[in-house]
C-alpha cells in the first residue's frame, strides 16, 4: 500500500477571534476555526505526474473544527505582568480518525516577572508542558518542553521534545 500520492488542489481555512471585553481588566477572547472547509481531494491534475514512483492518489483532506478561550489578567503586585491563562481543542469533525478528548486538548498559562522573564506551564495532548523565556530589547530567548502522543489516544506513546529559539528582533 502507498502512503503517499500527487497531484495539486485548493482549498481554504477560517476562523474568528472575538473580544467581548477589550478595555475590560480581565479581558476574555474566544476563538474557532473551520479548517479544509473544501475537503479537496487533489484531483486538479487529474491523472497526469508530477514525479515517479508516486502513482496513488493523495489523500483527501478532512475538514475539521477548532475552539478556544484564553484569559488575560491584569497586572499585580508590580512584579507579575499580563498573566494569561488558555485551553483549546483542535480537531473536532474529522470522522476517520477516532481519538481520545485528551489527545485534542491543549491547555497553558503564562506569567511574566518584571516584565522580560516569562514562565509557561500547561497540559498538551495529556502530557506536561514547560517554558521560560527572555524578553529584552531587541533579542528574545525562548526554551521549551512538551509531549506529542503518537497513538490515537493519550497516554499511549509519549514522544518528549525540547526546543531553544533564539529570535533577533529588529
Known amino acids: 500500500k502507498e502512503l503517499a500520492g500527487q497531484d495539486m488542489g485548493a482549498d481554504a481555512d477560517a476562523g474568528f477571534l472575538f473580544k467581548p471585553w477589550p478595555t475590560a481588566r480581565f479581558r476574555p477572547a474566544i476563538g474557532a476555526s473551520v479548517n479544509n472547509i473544501f475537503r479537496?481531494?487533489?484531483s486538479l491534475f487529474g491523472s497526469k505526474k508530477f514525479l515517479k514512483g508516486f502513482d496513488a492518489p493523495a489523500p483527501t483532506n478532512e475538514r475539521y473544527y477548532s475552539t478556544g478561550?484564553?484569559?488575560?489578567?491584569?497586572?499585580?503586585?508590580?512584579?507579575?505582568?499580563?498573566p494569561v491563562v488558555a485551553i483549546e481543542f483542535q480537531d473536532?469533525?474529522?470522522?476517520?480518525?477516532?481519538?481520545?478528548?485528551?489527545?485534542?486538548?491543549h491547555a497553558g498559562a503564562e506569567i511574566k516577572l518584571i516584565r522580560i522573564l516569562a514562565l509557561r506551564g500547561g497540559i498538551n495532548q495529556g502530557y506536561w508542558t514547560a517554558g521560560l523565556g527572555l524578553d529584552i530589547p531587541l533579542l528574545k530567548l525562548d526554551v521549551t518542553t512538551y509531549a506529542e502522543e503518537l497513538g490515537t489516544n493519550a497516554g499511549q506513546i509519549e514522544d518528549r521534545r525540547y526546543v531553544a529559539r533564539v529570535c533577533l528582533d529588529i
Open 40 to 42: 479537496t481531494n487533489y
Open 69 to 82: 478561550i484564553k484569559l488575560e489578567m491584569p497586572d499585580f503586585l508590580y512584579v507579575f505582568s499580563k
Open 92 to 105: 473536532f469533525g474529522i470522522t476517520d480518525k477516532r481519538m481520545s478528548l485528551w489527545k485534542k486538548s
